[in-house]
């Protein structure tokens, strides 16, 4: 199994997201959708992002946005970076992840698309409405859903156990529980973890 800690406000992780899902289906692996907050996780165990990003290497940075570029042309996916609002307060988004549960992906797949593809904020209830609404989510039970304390609780709880397994950002993915990959980059090696497990059990 794949378990995929993730949190919308990431580009690596939208590419991730998308490029992940058809090699699951193609091994036959189930994937365990896990939203967090990625700024708590920086708070927490990695606040150089925030001087990265404060005094950035110009050369490194000029080539991150390349990177970025050619990733998403290979996915066939559309980025804009940075984005207009960057960082944005992607809170209320991951919280609407685990309110719907098993039926998540829709929704995280409409957030990525509207933050990193069209470049609206996230963090407005009007674009999260809007978002509901091109998904077929009832906007009213939408916003009471996410504000209820246990939803809240479980985005922590998520975000804390990413931590507590090593994890240091988004997207952090593990295979078999204890082996753990970071970034939209190491899929290949994801692949190669899976078909290994698979041989093994066979």
Not at 58 to 63: D, G, H, I, N, T
Not at 90 to 99: D, E, L, Q, T
Not at 152 to 173: C, H, M, W, Y
Request: net charge neutral; proline share 6%; hydrophobic share 45%.
């Amino acid at each position: 199994m794949i378990e995929f800690f993730f949190d919308c406000s990431s580009p690596w992780t939208y590419l991730a997201f998308h490029n992940i899902q058809p090699l699951a289906r193609e091994l036959g692996v189930e994937i365990g959708w896990r939203p967090i907050l990625v700024g708590g996780i920086f708070n927490t165990v990695n606040p150089s992002v925030y001087a990265q990003r404060e005094t950035p290497v110009p050369l490194k940075a000029r080539y991150m946005k390349k990177d970025l570029a050619d990733w998403a042309r290979s996915a066939g996916l559309a980025i804009k970076m940075p984005p207009t609002v960057f960082p944005v307060n992607s809170v209320k988004a991951m919280r609407g992840c685990i309110w719907l549960g098993k039926d998540m992906v829709p929704f995280a797949t409409a957030v990525f698309e509207a933050y990193w593809g069209e470049d609206k904020d996230i963090s407005q209830d009007a674009v999260l409405a809007e978002i509901c609404k091109r998904v077929g989510i009832d906007e009213k039970g939408f916003f009471v859903g996410i504000s209820a304390q246990a939803i809240k609780d479980q985005l922590k709880a998520n975000t804390e156990e990413v931590v507590a397994r090593g994890g240091f950002g988004s997207p952090t993915i593990f295979v078999n529980k204890t082996d753990m990959y970071f970034g939209n980059d190491r899929l290949p090696l994801i692949r190669d973890a899976l078909l290994r497990s698979k041989a093994s059990a066979a």
